[in-house]
C-alpha cells in the first residue's frame, strides 16, 4: 500500500491536517470541522483535552490549560499547566499527536511521515523545536516547509512561471507578511516581515472593550462572573465574523448576569463602521509590515504580481480594502484563508511522494456583482453615481454580503436598486442585469437605513434583498443564470460600444453584423457548439466545467476579432468535450 504523508499547519490559534486525494489536497475533519484549536488542558479529574474543548475549559481554567504555545515554541521558557510544567515542545507534540490521530481514524491506516508548516521568519532553533515535537508525537520522517511556500503551492500548484507574490498571513494571534518568488517550480521567500503578537484576538478584544463601556454606562460598576466574560469573548468574535459579511452586528446574550437580584440581558448593536475604528490601528500596523518586507525584497507595491490573502482574519473587509488601495489589485482569496496552508502542506507531501499535482480548485464566481449609490464629491460639490461592488470576482460561492444604503430625503418613499456586474467605478459602464423599487418605507428622516443583501449560489443564481432596518420591510428579487448569461449580454454590450466608437450618428454607424446578413458558416457551427456546450456545462465534472466556460470565452473572442484559426481550434476543442460528455 502506497503510504500517506499528510500536510500540517500547525498554528498559534487552531491547526489542519490534510492529505492528497483524487489528485487535490482535502481536509481532514472530525465531527464535521477541520479547524482544531491550539489549545492543551487538563481537565478536573486529570484528563488530557486538546482542541475545541480545551479551548472551552480555557476561561474558566486558565490554569489548567495552555494556549498560543507556537510564541515560545524555542525559547527555552516552559509553561505550567494544572501545576506542572511542560516544554514548548511537549505541548505541540500533543497537538500534533492529536492531528495524527485523527488522520488515522479517518484513513483508517497509520501515518508516519508529515510535512508542517512554520513561519518564514522562525529561526534555526524554532525549527528545531518544532521538529522535535513532530518526533515526540510519533513521526518518523518529518519535512518542514514555510507557511508563504504552502499557501503559493495552493494557489499555483507547481507551476513554473516566474512570479513575485505577496503573502499576507492575517491570524488569530499572529501576523506576518512575505514577498514570495515562484521561478522554474521552485518557491523561495525572498523577504517577511510581521508581528507575533498581532491578530484576531486584539480585534475581539476590542469588541469586548465596547461591551464593557455599554455596560458599565447602563449598569454601573459590576463584576462579571468568568463564565460572563467567556461568554462575552464569544459573543464579540462572533460579531466580529457577522460584520466579515453584514454592515451591522447584535451582540445578545441572555441572563448575562444578576444585579440587585434581577437578570440583565445584553443587546447591543455594532455597526461595521464603528468596528472599523478601531481595529484600523492593527490594519494600518500591517501595511507597515507590508512596507517593510517590500523594502526587504528591493521591490516596490508595483513589483507584486498577486496578494494571497492567509489565516483567517484576512476575510475581514478592511484588510481587503487596505490591499486593494495599496497594490491596484483585487487580493485572492477564494482558496479558504484558514485552510489554504494545510491544502499547501498536503500538496507538498504529494510532491515528495512524487504524485502529480495541481493547484487547489474551487468554485469561485468569475464576476463582480454590486449595486449603484450616489456618493458626495466635495470637490464638485455635488452627488456623483458610484458603484458598489458587494460580491467581487473570485470570491467562493456559494456566498451572502450585505451593505447599508441611507435614504437621502426625509420621508423618502421608496428607493430603486439596480444590480450591476462588473468591476468599473461607474455604474452605468457595467451591465445591468436587474432591478427593482421597494416602496412604502416608513416616514423618518433621509438617512433611513437600507440593508441590500445579495446571494449567489453554485447555479449562478443571484438574490438580491433590500430591507428597511428599523421596519423590516423587504424585497427580493432573482437574476437566473446570473454567471452564465453574462457572456451573452457582455457581448451585445461589446457590440453597441463598437458601433458607439464610429461615432454618434447612427446614419454614419457601421453596424457590426450587416442586417439580414447571412453569418459565415463557421460562426454559425461555432454558435452550435456554444448553445450545447451551455446546455452540457450545469452537469459536467467542475474541471471540464471550468475548461468548456474558458473555451467559451476564446471562441466568442476569436468571433469577435474574425480569428478563424483560433476560432476553429476552440471549436474543436470543446467539441471533443462535447463528444465526451454526451457519450
Ligand atoms: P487562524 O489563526 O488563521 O485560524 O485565524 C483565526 C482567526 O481568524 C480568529 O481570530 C477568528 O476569529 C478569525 N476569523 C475567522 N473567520 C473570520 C471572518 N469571517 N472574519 C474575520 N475574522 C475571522
Do not use: W
Amino acid at each position: 500500500m502506497k503510504e500517506t504523508i499528510v500536510g500540517i499547519d500547525l498554528g498559534t490559534t487552531n491547526s489542519e491536517v490534510a492529505v492528497f486525494e483524487n489528485m487535490q489536497p482535502a481536509l481532514i475533519k472530525r465531527n464535521n470541522t477541520a479547524i482544531f484549536p491550539s489549545y492543551v488542558g487538563i481537565d478536573q479529574d486529570g484528563k488530557l483535552l486538546v482542541g475545541e474543548a480545551a479551548r472551552n475549559q480555557y476561561p474558566v481554567y486558565p490554569e489548567r490549560t495552555v494556549k498560543s504555545i507556537k510564541r515560545l515554541m524555542g525559547s527555552g521558557e516552559k509553561v505550567t499547566m494544572a501545576g506542572k510544567q511542560y516544554a514548548p515542545q511537549e505541548i505541540s507534540a500533543i497537538i500534533l499527536k492529536s492531528l495524527k490521530e485523527i488522520a488515522e481514524e479517518q484513513l483508517g491506516h497509520a501515518v508516519s511521515r508529515a510535512v508542517i508548516t512554520v513561519p518564514a521568519y522562525f529561526s534555526d532553533i524554532q525549527r528545531q523545536a518544532t521538529r522535535e515535537a513532530g518526533e515526540v508525537a510519533g513521526f518518523e520522517t518529518i519535512k518542514m516547509i514555510n507557511e508563504p511556500t504552502a499557501a503559493a503551492l495552493a494557489y499555483e500548484g507547481a507551476q513554473h512561471d516566474g512570479k513575485t507574490i505577496m503573502v499576507y498571513d492575517l491570524g488569530g494571534g499572529t501576523f506576518d507578511v512575505s514577498v514570495v518568488r515562484i521561478e522554474d517550480g521552485v518557491i523561495e521567500v525572498v523577504a517577511s516581515h510581521g508581528n507575533n503578537q498581532l491578530g484576531g484576538d486584539d480585534f475581539d478584544r476590542k469588541i469586548v472593550d465596547y461591551v464593557h463601556k455599554h455596560l458599565a454606562e447602563t449598569h454601573g460598576e459590576i463584576t462579571l462572573s468568568p463564565e460572563a466574560e467567556a461568554r462575552i469573548i464569544r459573543a464579540a468574535e462572533q460579531a466580529k465574523l457577522t460584520l466579515s459579511d453584514n454592515p451591522f452586528a447584535e451582540i445578545r446574550e441572555e441572563y448575562l448576569f444578576e444585579k440587585d437580584g434581577v437578570p440583565v440581558h445584553l443587546a447591543l448593536e455594532l455597526s461595521r463602521d464603528t468596528y472599523e475604528e478601531m481595529i484600523t490601528p492593527f490594519i494600518d500596523e500591517t501595511l507597515d509590515a507590508i512596507h517593510i518586507a517590500l523594502q526587504g525584497a528591493d521591490l516596490t507595491a508595483s513589483d507584486i504580481e498577486e496578494v494571497l490573502l492567509v489565516g483567517g482574519s484576512s476575510r475581514t473587509p478592511l484588510v481587503h480594502e487596505y490591499i486593494e488601495r495599496e497594490f491596484g489589485i483585487l487580493p485572492r482569496s477564494e482558496v479558504d484563508p484558514d485552510l489554504c496552508v494545510a491544502c499547501g502542506a498536503a500538496i507538498q507531501a504529494a510532491m515528495i511522494a512524487g504524485e502529480e499535482v495541481s493547484a487547489v480548485l474551487v468554485d469561485i464566481t468569475p464576476y463582480t456583482f454590486g449595486t449603484g449609490s450616489l456618493d458626495f464629491d466635495i470637490q464638485r460639490m455635488g452627488y456623483k453615481d458610484i458603484y458598489v461592488p458587494l460580491i467581487k470576482k473570485n470570491t467562493p460561492i456559494p456566498t451572502r454580503k450585505s451593505e447599508v444604503f441611507y435614504t437621502m430625503y426625509d420621508n423618502q418613499e421608496s428607493v430603486r436598486v439596480r444590480v450591476y456586474q462588473g468591476e468599473n467605478s461607474k455604474p452605468n459602464e457595467n451591465i445591468e442585469i436587474g432591478e427593482f423599487l421597494i416602496s412604502g418605507l416608513s416616514e423618518v428622516p433621509e438617512g433611513n437605513e437600507i440593508i441590500t443583501t445579495f446571494a449567489l449560489d453554485t447555479d449562478g443564481i443571484l438574490q438580491v434583498t433590500a430591507t428597511e432596518k428599523c421596519s423590516g420591510l423587504s424585497k427580493t428579487i432573482t437574476i437566473d443564470n446570473a454567471i452564465g448569461r453574462f457572456q451573452e449580454d457582455e457581448l451585445a454590450r461589446a457590440k453597441g460600444k463598437i458601433v458607439e466608437l464610429f461615432g454618434d450618428d447612427t446614419d454614419d454607424a457601421q453596424p457590426v453584423v450587416e442586417e439580414g446578413a447571412t453569418p459565415e458558416p463557421e460562426f454559425q457551427e461555432a454558435e452550435k457548439t456554444l448553445v450545447k456546450a451551455e446546455h452540457l456545462m450545469e452537469n459536467a465534472e467542475p474541471e471540464d466545467r471550468e475548461e468548456m466556460v474558458d473555451l467559451a470565452e476564446t471562441i466568442k473572442d476569436a468571433m469577435r476579432n474574425n480569428d478563424a484559426d483560433r476560432l476553429a481550434e476552440a471549436v474543436n476543442e470543446l467539441n471533443e468535450i462535447i463528444f465526451y460528455l454526451e457519450s
